[in-house]
C-alpha cells in the first residue's frame, strides 16, 4: 500500500503556527482527525518554525496530537536533541525526517540514529549540493542505505527521498527523478522512495494537476509514497487509481470502495 506522509501539521503554515502559540489544541487535534480519516498513513510533525521554542512546541503537539489518533507520526526535525526528546514521547514506532549526507546533518543524524527502533527518510543531499543527474541521486542512495545498514537499518525502514526539484525550473526533472526511482527501486530491492510531491510544481499555475498528473508517473516506476496533503480529495484519488492502474489493488476493491464513498469521483 502506498504510503501518505501527511504534511498539514507544520508550524511554517501560519494557521498552524497560530495554533501551537495559543495552544489551540481543538484545532490541531480537528486537523489529525481530517488527516486520519481522509487515508494518511503517518502524520508529520514539525515544530521548527517558532525560533527558540521548538522543543516545548513539539512536546506540546506530539501530546496533543496522540490524544487525537492512533497514526504513527513523522518526528519532523533537523535538531537530534529534538528528535531525542519526541523519540522518548511516542507511543509507536515514529518515521525520522530526516538525515543526509551533508557532513554537518549526516554526523549527528547518524549517531542519533544508533540504536534507534524508528524509519527513516534519506535525503539525496550531499554537500555538493542538489543532484544534477540520475547517477548522482541513485549513487547518493546507494550510500546512505549502506551507511543506514551499517547500524542496523533494514531496506525496508528506510526511505530514500531523491529530491524532486521544479519543472518550471528544468523541464527534464521530471524524467531525471523518473529514472532515478525506477533505478533506485531495481538496484536497492525493498527500500521505500517518497518525497515532497509538490516540489515538482513550484512556480507554476494550476499546481494540482501538476501535482496529480505527476504523482501518477511516479507511482508508475516505483515511487510508494510521499509527502503530501491527504485532505487534497483529488490527489488521494489519483493515488488510489494509480494503485489500481499499478496492480496494487486485488480485484480493484479499494478503488470501488472509494467509488461507493464518493470519494473517486469523474
Known sequence: MFTIIGERINTTLKMVQAAVADRDADYIQDDVIQQAEAGATYIDVNAGARIGHETEDMKWLLEVIQKATDLPLCLDSPD?????????????????????????????????????????????????????????????????????GRIGFKHEDIFIDPLIQPVGVDTNNCRMAMAAVKAITTELEGVHVTGGLSNISYGLPQRRIVNRTFLSFMMAVGMDSAIMDPLDSALMACVRTSEMLNGNDDYCMNFLKGVRAGTIVS
Open 80 to 148: 537530534p536533541d529534538v528528535l531525542e526528546i519526541a523519540y522518548g514521547l511516542v507511543s509507536q514506532k515514529p518515521l525520522v525526517n530526516s538525515i543526509s549526507l551533508e557532513k554537518d546533518r549526516f554526523e549527528p543524524m547518524f549517531a542519533y540514529l544508533q540504536g534507534k527502533e524508528c524509519r527513516i527518510i534519506a535525503l539525496c543531499m550531499d554537500d555538493s549540493g542538489m543532484p544534477r543527474s540520475v547517477d548522482d541521486i541513485v549513487s547518493r542512495a546507494h550510500r546512505l542505505v549502506g551507511e543506514l
